[in-house]
Antibody, heavy 116, light 108 residues
Framework: EVHLVESGGGVVRPGGSLRLSCAAS????????MHWVRQAPGKGLEWVSL????????YYADSLKGRFTISRDNSKNSLYLQMNSLRTEDTALYYC?????????WGQGTMVTVSS | SYELTQPPSVSVSPGQTARITCSGD??????AYWYQQKPGQVPLLVIS???ERPSGIPERFSGSSSGTTVTLTISGVQAEDEADYYC???????????FGGGTKLTVL
């Protein structure tokens, strides 16, 4: 069975950093583009970033302005999101996801709260 | 940056047809996808590539495209269809993903 499990969320002060992880199982990890998508409390979905299967192509939402870095370790079936210079508006539930033409797989998300 | 525009809310009575639109300048060039999200749950893909229904999605869900607007249609709406619906696509380069703001479907 396909599983995505996020971890690494928590409470951080503005200007701080966090590294999120997503552990994948049940499929050939490096076959798939992986995404991070976030959802602020009571708000809509916001795409954050994607990385291709080899890890050599990455894309980010304009709003992040270079503060976040996506990466993957295919030997560990893991996806990461390094988040720096965090702002209160980054408070959200962060999902890792596979979004394809035929199916979608989402983790349950990890909550990031940026607050002083 | 590229945006997709959805109505904030749509209301229908059970058994009626709900139509949710999504507008974006790159939609003639890029496919659209629709996700359903119920409270406390992760999103679920209900329409792929403008009009294709993934396995397991009821036939009452359909999608269409015309110019810069795509439409999710739910025929014979049921109470269980009450949810937030998001369109998703990419900018004209195809590299940057974007979600619409979401539409809350209320079944009266």
């Amino acid at each position: 069975e396909v599983h995505l499990v996020e971890s690494g969320g928590g409470v951080v002060r503005p200007g701080g950093s966090l590294r999120l992880s997503c552990a994948a199982s049940g499929f050939t990890f490096d076959d798939y583009v992986m995404h991070w998508v976030r959802q602020a409390p009571g708000k809509g979905l916001e795409w954050v970033s994607l990385i291709n299967g080899d890890g050599d192509n990455t894309y980010y939402a304009d709003s992040l302005k270079g503060r976040f870095t996506i990466s993957r370790d295919n030997s560990k079936n893991s996806l990461y999101l390094q988040m720096n210079s965090l702002r209160t508006e980054d408070t959200a539930l962060y999902y890792c996801a596979i979004l394809t033409d035929f199916f979608d797989i989402w983790g349950q998300g990890t909550m990031v709260t940026v607050s002083s | 940056s590229y945006e997709l525009t959805q109505p904030p809310s749509v209301s229908v009575s059970p058994g009626q047809t709900a139509r949710i639109t999504c507008s974006g300048d790159a939609l003639p060039k890029q496919y659209a996808y629709w996700y359903q999200q119920k409270p406390g749950q992760v999103p679920l893909l209900v329409i792929s590539k403008d009009s294709e229904r993934p396995s397991g999605i009821p036939e009452r869900f359909s999608g269409s495209s015309s110019g810069t607007t795509v439409t999710l249609t739910i025929s014979g709406v049921q109470a269980e269809d009450e949810a937030d619906y998001y369109c998703q696509s990419a900018d004209s380069s195809g590299s940057y993903v974007v979600f619409g703001g979401g539409t809350k479907l209320t079944v009266l």
